[in-house]
């Protein structure tokens, strides 16, 4: 499993766009990037996946270069509810027969100041 | 439809003490997972269930176990526990199919073990 290297914190303002880059330099040929969303005390939240390219959801994008050994979540207009823990993960899930597990690493602490 | 729930949210247990935490899975889906998050770290792996069967076993010792049952429910124990086991352990579920690219996991809110 690829290993993920992210800012430990970041702060930001209500309004603002937010990116968060994440490093896999050891990224697999079939590996995804999935990036998780956690609060305190709740269990992380999906919030966007891919493999290349740009990839957008109603909530964030996802940046991915060619070379695929970084990606950038992108947050629009965050608000003060925003402020969570955000985990970039790398991997298959897809392997027939084998475990399908997330492997986190200690994620970035998003938060947004007023 | 309900999401992931898990029982109990909170448990305080002494050292060497046995605990049962228990996961329902989302409606249709076949697939459980446990993790184990320590204050201040990601989750990490402890085991997935498929169709009643261990598919992955992360690094933990064997005083760690699980089951799932017919209806997909899942149990994780832990014997013998020790003051390192106080975490949030999570449950996650998804619907282990061939068909999808990249599979989601969904996660209950957990349960917060205190080990005194």
């Known amino acids: 499993l690829a290993k993920t290297t992210q800012p430990i914190s970041m702060d930001s303002y209500e309004g603002q766009e937010v990116n968060i880059t994440c490093s896999h330099n050891?990224?697999?040929?079939?590996?995804?990037i999935t990036w998780y969303q956690q609060f305190p005390s709740q269990g992380p939240r999906f919030i966007i996946q891919?493999?290349?390219t740009k990839v957008t959801n109603e909530v964030a994008s996802l940046f991915i270069p060619a070379d695929r050994k970084s990606s950038t979540l992108s947050l629009p207009r965050v608000s003060l509810s925003d402020t969570a823990v955000y985990y970039c993960?790398?991997?298959?899930?897809?392997?027939?027969?084998?475990?399908?597990?997330?492997?986190f690493g200690s994620g970035t602490q998003l938060t947004v100041l007023p | 439809d309900a999401g992931v729930t898990q029982s109990p949210t909170h448990l305080i247990k002494t050292r060497g003490q046995q605990v049962t935490l228990r996961c329902s899975p989302i409606s249709g889906h076949k697939s459980v997972s446990w993790y184990q998050q320590v204050l201040g770290q990601g989750p990490q792996f402890i085991f997935q269930?498929?169709?009643?069967?261990?598919?992955g076993r992360g690094n933990f010792p064997d005083r760690f176990s699980a089951r799932q049952f017919p209806n997909y429910s899942s149990e994780l124990n832990v014997n013998a526990l020790l003051l390192g086991d106080s975490a949030l352990y999570l449950c996650?579920?998804?619907?282990?199919?061939?068909?999808?690219?990249?599979?989601?996991?969904?996660f209950g809110p957990g349960t917060r073990l205190l080990v005194l």
């Open positions: 993960l790398v991997g298959d899930l897809r392997s027939s027969g084998s475990a399908r597990q997330l492997t």
């Open positions: 996650a579920s998804s619907p282990y199919t061939w068909t999808e690219n990249m599979e989601t996991q969904y």
């Open positions: 269930y498929y169709e009643k069967e261990e598919r």
């Open positions: 891919g493999y290349k």
């Open positions: 050891n990224i697999a040929t079939n590996d995804y």
